[in-house]
């Protein structure tokens, strides 16, 4: 299989207290965080692509350009995509949603790049010393 325009994942979870913006200290409120609504379109995008990787390399996100425009609630089902939009080299860019029952609640567009995991992680490594 080869990695090409348009794949696309979609993920959900619910909104717990653990991923309200009060507990991740985004926000005073018990609603779905910007951070958790982040890391489920990455999480998204990350498996729109994984399969069509060799074993050794996998993606890490670069950049973000997204809105949160809608609040939800404790409880709620959040899902979230990632359509490639996107090949340049080693650089993809997805298209990322996230939805609750009433509508979209945040858009916009992540940026991935493909690597070789053995090599970034030696080179990652080195920052420990």
């Known amino acids: ?5 348009g794949v696309r994942a979609e993920v959900e979870e619910l909104v717990t207290e653990e991923r309200t913006a009060r507990a991740l200290g985004s926000g005073g409120l018990p609603v779905y965080s910007t951070p958790s609504m982040i890391a489920l379109m ?7 692509v994984a399969e069509y990787l060799p074993a050794e390399n996998s993606t890490v996100g ?14 709620a089902l959040i899902k979230a995509a ?18 609750d029952k009433n509508g979209i609640i945040g858009e916009g567009t992540h940026e991935r790049f493909i690597i070789d995991d053995k090599k970034f992680m030696a080179k990652t490594n080195l920052k420990a010393v």
Do not use: C, Y
């Open 62 to 75: 670069t950049a973000l350009n997204v809105k949160h425009n809608a609040a939800s609630p404790l409880g």
């Open 42 to 48: 990455e999480k998204a995008s990350l498996n729109a």
């Open 1 to 5: 299989m080869e990695l090409q325009q």
């Open 82 to 99: 990632g359509t490639l939009k996107e090949i340049d080299g080693r650089r993809l860019v997805f298209e990322v949603r996230a939805w």
